[in-house]
């Protein structure tokens, strides 16, 4: 969390993590958002966003005041979710193997047909979707979840593209440090399988 904080700007300021399951999850979205199910990550902004990534500056200079937030992250959601994506990709990938199959036979009878597969764009990083590994996407969360509590939403369109330009940038940054936490869990990972 650290990397990231240094990267948005606010390496001095702290952030409180909860790892919980989905029934907390679930009654904390609901107390919080009124939706009654769980998720992957809440995130509750202590601060005010002058604009998304710029906070207005803490009342008083005391440490107690330089404070992200809270995040709360429901692992069995996370993990149930690795798994479904993972089906669903390699579902996906079947699909365009027939169906490249099928332009080729296509091609090769001279009919020309063309069929285009749009992918889903579901949630904010579309790299989230694609990582398979619990404890790598819990990572990306923590990017997803601290352009939260530094102002940045997706609820609009506008936003969604703002906040998805800012979530790319922060990945590829972390990416880009040696030693960041994503490079040495992504390592990690690889090593245990």
Request: with cysteine; net charge negative.
């Given at each position: 969390?650290?990397?990231?904080r240094?990267i948005l700007?606010?390496?001095?300021?702290?952030?409180s993590?909860?790892?919980?399951d989905?029934?907390?999850v679930k009654?904390m979205n609901?107390?919080t958002?009124?939706?009654n199910?769980?998720?992957?990550?809440?995130s509750f902004?202590?601060?005010?966003?002058?604009?998304?990534?710029?906070?207005?500056p803490?009342?008083?200079?005391?440490?107690?005041?330089?404070t992200?937030?809270?995040?709360?992250i429901?692992?069995p959601?996370?993990r149930?979710v690795?798994?479904?994506?993972?089906?669903?990709?390699?579902?996906?990938?079947?699909?365009?193997?027939?169906i490249t199959?099928?332009k080729?036979?296509a091609q090769r009878?001279?009919?020309?047909?063309q069929?285009?597969i749009?992918?889903?764009?579901?949630g904010?990083?579309?790299?989230?979707s694609?990582?398979f590994?619990p404890?790598?996407?819990?990572?990306m969360l923590?990017v997803?979840?601290?352009?939260?509590l530094?102002?940045?939403?997706?609820?609009e369109?506008?936003?969604y593209e703002i906040?998805?330009?800012?979530?790319?940038?922060?990945?590829?940054l972390?990416?880009e440090?040696?030693g960041?936490?994503?490079?040495?869990?992504e390592?990690?990972?690889?090593?245990q399988?």
């Open positions: 969390m650290r990397a990231i240094d700007g606010y390496s001095t300021y702290d952030v993590l909860f790892l919980s989905d029934k907390e009654q609901y107390e958002r009124g939706v199910a769980s998720t992957d990550i809440l902004q202590l601060h005010e966003a002058e604009k998304p990534g710029v906070l207005q803490p009342e008083f200079d005391f440490p107690e005041y330089y992200l937030g809270d995040m709360m429901s692992v959601y996370v149930r690795c798994k479904s994506d993972q089906k669903e990709s390699e579902k996906r990938l079947l699909q365009r193997k027939s199959d099928a080729t036979e009878m001279g009919t020309g047909e069929e285009n749009l992918d889903d764009d579901r904010v990083s579309l790299a989230m694609t990582e590994d404890e790598v996407r819990i990572h923590l997803h979840g601290m352009l939260h530094v102002g940045y939403d997706h609820i369109d506008d936003d906040m998805v330009a800012k979530e790319e940038e922060v990945l590829r972390l990416r440090r040696k960041s936490f994503l490079a040495n869990v390592n990690n990972s690889a090593n399988h």
